[in-house]
């Protein structure tokens, strides 16, 4: 019998905007707190909330984690395979 396998997670990506935010954090900290929402989100990428605007375009989402102290706007592609963030607050 095959391993069991999960569901597929999406792919992270980031805009060119957070990821100069990405190259600003130093602390292991931080970035050890970002990679668990990152993975939360690659999990679920509808854990975030929706952000009112324009509808035009791909829906840009928030989430936010109080414990680890992050915040990311992001939008999920069409086919829900990449997650693209495009803010980062740690």
């Known amino acids: 019998m095959p391993p069991h396998q999960g569901p597929r997670r999406a792919r ?3 805009s060119d905007a957070a990821a100069k935010q990405l190259e600003s954090i130093t602390s292991e900290a931080e970035l050890h707190a970002l ?3 990152l993975v939360v989100l690659s999990v679920d990428p509808e854990a ?3 952000i009112p605007g324009d ?3 791909p829906q840009l989402r ?6 680890e102290q992050v915040r990311i706007l ?3 592609t069409a086919l829900r395979t990449v ?6 607050e740690v």
């Open 12 to 14: 992270i990506a980031f």
């Open 35 to 37: 990679d668990r929402t």
């Open 48 to 50: 975030g909330d929706p």
């Open 55 to 57: 509808t035009t375009g």
């Open 62 to 67: 928030q989430y936010t984690d109080e414990i």
């Open 74 to 76: 992001y939008f999920v």
């Open 83 to 88: 997650v693209v963030v495009a803010y980062i």
